[in-house]
């Protein structure tokens, strides 16, 4: 069964810096894809980035970047120029891509300090 | 906002009872998925509807169904429940269901006394 790991429960990052979030998976497969979904207080899931496996190229979507090591399996997020509205709960989730599920880490817990 | 309604957004209700969860996807969306989040077992899928027929199942406890309507709204019903169904339930939606993104609704927020 396929598995996500999130090695840092909470997280915290000054405004305007830099933080990189952590996630490592465990598949077989070769076909799958690999999410960051952002959750705020308003328990909203959102879907921050996505990355397909057989992509090498990492996606980036303005000031959120991955660095996908397909070798490793490992998958990290890095947000540039923290905001105050980063502020959530961040769960990098896994889909196989012969399936519909999506498979959650246990999330890591983003403060933003002023 | 995510175009996926949820009703109703919180919900108490006794041990041993029933209770339907309504979930209405984006306009245009065949897919429907249920996900539970609870403290213990984190964010977890139950089940997965598209177009009407079941495509694929998670987790889903026999005390727990689910549907999607010919108007593609689905509903969750939970039964016998119990305390440890307390949880957050969220439903996504999503146009074809195979590789691409799920929206997902605001959650209805369960708890069981």
């Known amino acids: 069964a396929q598995t996500v790991t999130q090695s840092q429960p909470e997280m915290s990052v000054q405004e305007a810096e830099t933080v990189t979030l952590s996630c490592t998976y465990d598949t077989s497969e070769s076909d799958y894809y690999l999410f960051w979904y952002k959750q705020p207080p308003s328990r909203q899931m ?3 980035i996505r ?6 190229q990492n996606a980036t979507e303005n000031r959120f970047s991955v660095n996908f090591q397909k070798a490793a399996k490992s998958f990290s997020l890095k947000i540039s120029d923290s905001q105050l509205g980063d502020a959530a709960m961040y ?10 599920k999506l498979t959650f ?4 817990l983003l403060t933003v300090n002023p | 906002d995510s175009g996926v309604t949820q009703t109703p957004k919180h919900l108490i209700t006794a041990t041993g009872q029933r209770v339907t969860l309504r979930c209405s996807p984006r306009s245009g969306d065949l897919s429907v998925y249920w996900y ?3 403290l213990d077992q984190g964010l977890q899928f139950l ?9 694929a199942k998670g987790n889903i406890l026999e ?5 999607q309507f010919p108007d593609l709204h ?3 019903n939970l039964s016998s429940l119990e305390l440890g169904d307390s949880a957050l339930y969220f439903c996504a939606s999503s146009f074809s269901g195979l590789n691409t993104e799920a929206f997902f609704g605001q959650g209805t927020r369960l708890t069981v006394v």
């Open chain 2, 74 to 76: 689905s509903e969750l």
């Open chain 1, 46 to 48: 959102i879907l921050v």
């Open chain 2, 47 to 55: 089940i997965q509807y598209y177009n009407g027929e079941e495509r």
């Open chain 1, 51 to 56: 990355q397909e496996a057989y992509k090498q």
């Open chain 2, 36 to 38: 539970q989040q609870s």
């Open chain 1, 91 to 100: 769960f990098c989730a896994y889909m196989l891509g012969s399936n519909y």
């Open chain 2, 63 to 67: 005390r727990f169904s689910a549907q």
């Open chain 1, 105 to 108: 880490g246990k999330g890591t």
